[in-house]
């Protein structure tokens, strides 16, 4: 069908959206269709499903390709598996929960209703799940306010109370601290036989690979960093790993010392958000040697910060964060080990939970979040088509 704008200015108007139109459909279609595609069909309520579209590099023979929910191709989990026993790997984070007023807002996923307190704990449950999936040999550690009532009663789970203030505003800044208060405890206890790795996280990120490989592959680090190709917040501190040895923990400690200092005394405006990453990035390139060039390849590279040895990974493989992800890394690499679902996809961590325990193929749940990863939830794609079709109609002869 030929269509026909009269006139420049209608015709600037009505070309894109000869492009737009068509596939804002073919993404509402794909949402109406879901259980051509493994997934249960939902109510119309805007928050009750998930709004899928095409998946991000598609064609790319190092990218996870899908069809619908269906991986095409594998992701290449770890083969090595860790058989010294006596180098442990414990996974920690830090956790708190917000009281909220009782007639906040409910969120459905699945058959369940949420409210912010029960979605919290419900996210926080999720993330030692994958872990115990994918890391089996390793414990799940809770940093927490001592004030909180805080329990979880889970296998190879502990909480781990640490003074502090744990509010809204500080709570990036408390995680650092917490950080340092945890390790100095730890180098107290120990033991010169045996070696405990520990690795940092949020407690929104989906484990989908064994982290604990890389203190074996990459065997001279201190401290382990995720890096991206971003001028204003190169590092994130999503994910932190610390070498369990005496020397490791020394100088990592030593390391997140000068990042609470960075923190305190150049970025305390932005205490709530960005802060940490902010300050990791300021001690990074304090160091002279340090080329920030390096940001700009996504390959692991290692650097001696202060006195520690510095390993930076690619958050392409170890920190992939849906939209961001999907756009920035055009697509997810075969060898992604960390989902990180900060902010509004949050909510997406659990749907990708309840998909996994119904097909058990990691792949096929990381096209769920990779067709996912630039799109929201509910009806707002569809709203947008119905205005993008509006305006064609308005600007056509």
Known sequence: MRVFCSGWRRFLICLPLLFIVPHLFSVKQFQQEPTKRGLPKKSGNKFDHLVLGPAA??????????????????????????????????????FSVYNSSPDASRVTVGNTSYSKVERAMAILNVFVNFIQETMPQSDVIILTDPASDLYVNRRGVSVYPIQGEYSREKLMLQRIRSYIAFLEKKLKEHNQKDVHHYIFTDSDIAVVDDLGQIFHDYPDFHLALTFRNNKQQPLNSGCIAVRGTRDGITRATAFLRKVLEAY??????????LGDQLALAWVVASEPSFDVKRYTRSEPFMQDIGSGSV???????????????AGQFHGMPLDVK???????RKRLMLESWNFYTSTADISDMLCLVLSSGRTKFGNRLENIARVA???MLKVLP
């Open 311 to 325: 390993l930076f990974l690619p958050c392409a493989i170890y920190n992939w964060t849906p939209p961001e992800g």
């Open 264 to 273: 305190t005394s150049k970025y305390m405006s932005a205490s709530r958000m």
């Open 389 to 391: 079709a509006t305006l």
């Open 338 to 344: 960390v989902v990180h679902f900060k902010g509004s």
């Open 57 to 94: 590099g598609q064609g790319l023979s190092n990218r996870l390709q899908c069809e619908g929910t269906k991986a095409l191709n594998k992701t290449q989990f770890s083969t090595n598996h860790r058989v010294n026993a006596v180098e442990l790997v414990s996974v920690v984070t830090v």
